[in-house]
């Protein structure tokens, strides 16, 4: 009877241990889903339920990111160039349609050479220098027609500012007709009559009236 009972205790621990072996496997993998789903629910509490704050700081971090638009501040008005003999004056006006003060103005003149296409930056005063919205200042150049074939607005520039004015451009006055030279003038010189003597003048009247020829 001793014998039997151990080996049936013997069966018994084999079956038992068979069993834990099974079951091992099993556990390790229902305990590595279970790790995969918390994963799972903390990377999403933190995606979806983030603080007002963080929120907050990542639309702002976008709104920095975001170009700003820049709003033009002048209008420059380009006049034809005027031809006078050998040279040619180029101007126009800056008007400030902005709702600030530009103050201490000044603009960059391309100009563009005959001989190589090449340019060349010149500054030109504007007068005045100080617009209120509103307001318009000139500027003018004179440069060599035989030199230069053209000229343009490259910047409008305030001493009191480091970044450029924004600016766009629009036909300005159109150069004046070029009258063809007068014809030289003549001087006739015309014989007065002599003078009647005296007591032969005579005086319009009814009685008397002046002969048409």
């Keep these: 009877m001793n014998t039997l009972g151990?080996?049936?205790?013997?069966e018994q621990d084999f079956d038992h241990s068979a069993l834990e072996?099974?079951?091992k496997p099993a556990a390790l993998i229902v305990a590595?889903?279970?790790?995969?789903i918390a994963a799972i629910l903390v990377a999403s509490y933190f995606v979806f339920f983030r603080s007002p704050a963080q929120n907050t700081a990542g639309g702002e971090q976008r709104q920095n990111d975001a170009p700003v638009a820049v709003s033009t501040e002048a209008q420059i008005f380009e006049d034809e160039a005027i031809i006078k003999g050998s040279q040619a004056v180029v101007g126009?006006?800056?008007r400030n349609i902005s709702r600030e003060p530009l103050n201490d103005l000044s603009l960059e003149l391309e100009l563009k050479r005959r001989s190589d296409n090449s340019t060349e930056i010149r500054k030109v005063a504007l007068q005045p220098n100080h617009l209120a919205p509103g307001e318009e200042?000139?500027?003018?150049?004179?440069?060599a027609r035989h030199e230069f074939s053209g000229a343009q607005v490259k910047h409008l520039k305030s001493a009191v500012r480091s970044t450029l004015i924004v600016f766009k451009t629009a036909p300005g006055a159109r150069?004046?007709?070029?009258?063809p030279p007068e014809p030289p003038t003549r001087t006739?010189?015309?014989?007065?009559?002599s003078p009647r003597p005296t007591g032969e003048e005579f005086i319009n009247t009814p009685d008397t009236p002046t002969k048409v020829p």
Aim: with cysteine; hydrophobic share 30%.
């Design 188 to 193: 006739i010189i015309t014989e007065r009559p």
């Design 32 to 36: 590595l889903a279970c790790a995969l």
């Design 6 to 10: 151990s080996l049936n205790r013997g």
């Design 21 to 23: 072996r099974k079951r």
């Design 92 to 94: 126009g006006k800056v």
């Design 175 to 179: 150069r004046p007709r070029e009258l």
């Design 137 to 143: 200042g000139k500027y003018s150049i004179t440069i």
